[in-house]
């Protein structure tokens, strides 16, 4: 507990950091630490990272939310909640080695409580329909999955199969793992290999079964799906039901298990074509939505851009019957290959050579010019565009070397040290091409010039989901068109550039890989260069008022880059009227010349460091301005507000301040 004008972060760094190193001891048997100086509190465990000590704003999912003490408080030390998150919100994941401790956000110790009381109400009333659990990409479901699960073997009377269904092996594989990595799975052998092992497993005795949707098939010899178990107590998990759950294959599963509770889990909110997906698993039974984890800062908020215009595709370019299916039929790149041999000419407007030139230079112009220099994901149309892009990316990425290699020879020597670092740091960068692979697909490659060959080697012998996610490894750019745009879960990821038509959950997913909470990142950037995401905000309008999801406006994922500026003027008059009511003008201090600055700036260190108080609220500030100019970067009107920026990092100096971002240079 830190007095009210100490920022709460000071706990984090100095008090339990120091405590951790002094009395480990006291941490043996800690269930969860918070944080607070009366006025901001964070609830974390004691080896979590910053980003992952999080506000407790609601006791129940119904409130409005507030930062409060009283609120963190009540919310986690009453004696029945305390017990229950000691008992069943509290996991420790294994990862890269080490063993993590991992406590329930606000929004899941609520959401999977409520979801359990629906499905006491469902099995009650004999109707097997528990609800919708939609929760925002990048908010922790599949770990809300383990809450729930566990909480219901150990508090719920019976004898419970939980039956995890996805429809993507990369799906599958990612839920497995965090099961598995949290010591959830107590058996081996419990991944259905086939449609034949899986109604082995279901008229077996597991605690947990993981399958593919597809596995559902009915044998040549069956005229329909047999039933496998007449159990009440198995739940069956559906992750992003709506995209299977209405056809053969659900029905199929729902005969084998004609007496099982069923719950839809998915990360994206539920469209008006959806709307089946309710009279299948029921109403929602927790609503987390895009605007509350920005709020709650369990996910950064998204912003996006459209950079060129000029290469944008328009309807009128692109057969709208090709345009439709490539974004409605959520077509995998077998699909989309034999969709592009349907249809050349129109995907010629999409892959034309000097239209792709225009994008890769503008894809290294921009990359090269953020602020918080995080991950990035060029999404292209095909895996055939994918190596072209790459091919093209590396091209201006060795030309952009040689143009600040000449210019560092005209440059003096401070501005010389950063255009070394620059030039250090694009040498030092990686890029990969990660597609799934086909027959014969050398020869493919082949005939439209390229080699699929190097990419393939890399696919197979490194690790490169592990260093793509690692900030530290120089894998900085990865090249896809399917793979990793859906359950691919890299924090490191801050931009996504996109030249795909797509559109609704798969959009909203793609997007949704840059607003992880990560370290110092405090946004995402969306570069679209298809002119996919002005459709975007359509399609939630009319998923907002067609089904009821909570979206009101404001309540996108996206907000225009144009917010980035506003932001930073906000903050920026925040700190001018800061040292206004200190009979201070940055603008007199930047107008001063030598030795008559030095005195001005000093002046201003003087009212700064008045006393603790007027201290802590300049850090403050500071930290808003940097992280706000850091994220307008690499717009051009960045410029407008460089020197008054980097006259408040001077300023911030002394008192070395810890500021996230990447500070402007005078």
Not at 27 to 36: H, K, Q
Not at 61 to 83: A, F, M, P
Not at 197 to 209: P, T, Y
Not at 451 to 462: F, G, L, N, Q, S
């Amino acid at each position: 507990m830190k007095k009210f004008t100490v920022n709460v972060k000071h706990a984090y760094d100095v008090n339990l950091s120091d405590y951790l190193d002094t009395i480990p001891q006291l941490f043996w048997y800690n269930a969860f630490v918070i944080l607070s100086n009366g006025l901001e509190s964070r609830i974390g465990t004691f080896n979590a990272p910053w980003e992952h000590f999080n506000e407790r704003k609601r006791i129940d999912q119904r409130d409005e939310g507030k930062v409060s003490l009283d609120t963190i408080i009540k919310g986690t030390c009453e004696k029945n909640r305390s017990i229950d998150i000691l008992e069943d919100f509290i996991l420790f994941s294994e990862t890269q080695g080490k063993l993590i401790k991992i406590i329930a956000k606000n929004h899941q110790y609520l959401g999977v409580n409520r979801a359990i009381k629906s499905y006491l109400q469902a099995r009650e009333q004999q109707h097997g329909k528990i609800g919708i659990f939609w929760h925002t990409t990048g908010s922790g479901k599949s770990f809300s999955m383990i809450f729930f699960s566990n909480k219901i073997f150990r508090k719920t009377p019976g004898n419970y199969t939980f039956v995890i269904v996805t429809d993507r092996i990369d799906l599958d594989d990612q839920i497995y793992k965090n099961f598995e990595k949290t010591g959830a799975i107590t058996e081996p052998n419990i991944r259905a290999k086939s449609a034949r092992h899986l109604k082995r497993l279901l008229k077996e005795d597991h605690r947990h079964v993981f399958t593919l949707i597809h596995k559902f098939k009915t044998d040549k010899e069956e005229e329909k799906f047999p039933v496998l178990s007449r159990r009440d107590d198995i739940i069956v998990i559906c992750d992003e039901a709506h995209r299977t759950q209405y056809g053969t294959l659900a029905l199929n599963m729902r005969t084998a298990l004609p007496n099982a509770s069923f719950i839809a889990f998915t990360a994206t909110p539920l469209f008006v074509e959806d709307e089946k997906t309710r009279q299948v698993f029921g109403d929602y039974v927790s609503i987390y939505n895009f605007k509350q984890s920005v709020l709650d800062k369990a996910t950064v908020p998204l912003y996006y851009i459209n950079r060129k215009p000029e290469v944008e595709v328009v309807n009128k370019d692109l057969n709208p019957q090709v345009e439709k299916l490539i974004e409605e039929a959520d077509l995998d790149e077998d699909e989309i290959e034999r969709l592009s041999k349907k249809y050349p000419n129109e995907f010629q407007i999409i892959t034309e050579d000097s239209r792709l030139d225009v994008v890769a230079k503008d894809i290294v112009d921009h990359f090269m010019g953020r602020g918080y220099k995080g991950k990035a994901m060029v999404v292209c149309i095909d895996r055939f565009t994918a190596v072209k892009m790459y091919n093209k990316v590396q091209a201006f990425w060795k030309r952009r070397i040689e143009e600040l290699k000449d210019k560092l020879r005209e440059v003096g020597s401070q501005e010389g040290i950063q255009l070394q670092k620059g030039i250090q740091y694009m040498k030092e960068t990686d890029m990969a091409v990660v597609v799934s692979s086909s027959q014969n697909e050398m020869k493919k490659f082949k005939e439209k010039g390229l080699d699929i060959r190097p990419h393939r080697k890399r696919m197979v012998t490194e690790q490169l989901d592990v260093k793509f996610k690692d900030l530290d490894d120089p894998f900085r750019i990865v090249f896809v068109c399917a793979m990793w745009m859906t359950g691919f879960d890299a924090p490191p990821v801050s931009t996504i550039y996109l030249d795909k038509p797509i559109r609704n959950h798969t959009l909203v997913q793609t997007i949704s890989r840059a607003n992880r909470v990560f370290e110092d990142k405090q946004s995402g950037m969306i570069v679209d260069y298809y002119g996919v995401l002005r459709r975007l905000n359509e399609a939630l309008a009319i998923y907002g008022s067609g089904t009821g999801g909570g979206i009101q406006e404001g309540d996108t994922p996206l907000r225009q880059s144009d917010e980035l500026a506003r932001l930073l003027e906000k903050n920026l008059r925040l700190m001018e009227k800061y040292f206004r009511d200190k009979e201070i003008e940055p603008q007199k201090i930047l107008l001063a010349k030598d030795f008559d600055q030095l005195r001005l700036i000093g002046e201003a260190v003087e009212a700064v460091l008045e006393d603790d108080e007027s201290r802590v609220l300049f850090l403050s500030l500071l930290e808003l301005v940097v992280d706000s100019y850091a994220d307008l970067l690499p717009d051009p009107k960045a410029n407008e507000y460089r020197r008054l920026v980097s006259l408040y990092v001077v300023l911030g100096e002394h008192n070395k301040p810890k500021t996230s971002g990447t500070p402007p240079t005078k």
